[in-house]
């Protein structure tokens, strides 16, 4: 079973310029989930979906980023502009919609803003 | 809203010791229970998970952890530490209704002394 594919596996951008992350969750799983992992942290949930609607997106900051999921499988999170702050792990995870089961996550992508 | 918490954010065991990182969960009701590592540049592997049947719950590599409800803990065990050990590791909670947000704590960085 193909797990979660994520590109690209790296950025390197500029404050201000504008990037986009792909997921493509594992064939089947209702739930995307995007989080944001900063060095030294814990994953902080930025969007969930369930299929094509979204279930909670309370920590997202909605001025500069923005997901999208499309037809229900596909997703793109895009950041513009982006901030210094901004430099993390973005990671994407997928999971069936039954009650109590596990998240499976994609490698991430590695963002750094100069 | 549920959450867990993570003592102790770094944890250094010699090889062949016992491994115990621990984590202490907050819900109005018994959740969903979860353990999963990260090695360095990957995304995030389940361990193991508690949904509510056995408390006690083995994982793969020879983890275990138990569910206390009493003591609202889900601490993870190994009785001999291996060098392949040294990761990171979080625990994660999520809710047995509504929208399973699920959401991670800080992280223990577990160390190996050989």
């Known amino acids: 079973e193909a797990g979660v594919a994520q590109s690209p596996r790296y950025k390197i951008i500029e404050k201000r310029q504008s990037v986009a992350f792909w997921c493509n969750p594992i064939?089947?799983?209702?739930?995307l989930y995007w989080y944001q992992q900063i060095l030294g942290q814990g994953p902080k949930l930025l969007i969930q979906f369930q299929n094509n609607g979204v279930v909670d997106d309370s920590q997202l900051p909605k001025d500069r980023f923005s997901a999208e999921r499309l037809k229900g499988v596909d997703s793109t999170l895009k950041i513009q502009p982006a901030k210094l702050e901004d430099s993390a792990v973005y990671l994407c995870?997928?999971?069936?919609?039954?009650?109590?089961?596990?998240?499976?996550f994609g490698q991430g992508t590695r963002l750094t803003v100069v | 809203a549920q959450s867990v918490t993570q003592l102790g954010s770094h944890v250094s065991v010699s090889e062949g010791a016992l491994v115990l990182l621990r984590c202490n969960y907050s819900?109005?009701?018994?959740?969903?229970l979860f353990w999963y590592v990260q090695y360095p540049n990957q995304g995030l592997q389940l361990l193991l998970k508690y949904t509510s049947a056995a408390t006690l719950v083995k994982g793969i590599n020879g983890f275990e952890a138990e569910f206390k409800k009493s003591e609202t803990s889900f601490h993870l065990t190994k009785p001999s530490a291996h060098m392949s050990d040294a990761a990171e590791y979080f625990c994660?909670?999520?809710?047995?209704?509504?929208?399973?947000?699920?959401?991670f704590g800080t992280g223990t960085r577990l160390t190996i002394i050989p």
């Open positions: 064939s089947g799983h209702a739930t």
């Open positions: 994660a909670v999520k809710s047995n209704f509504g929208n399973e947000k699920l959401t």
């Open positions: 819900s109005s009701v018994p959740p969903y």
């Open positions: 995870a997928s999971s069936l919609e039954f009650l109590g089961t596990e998240a499976f």
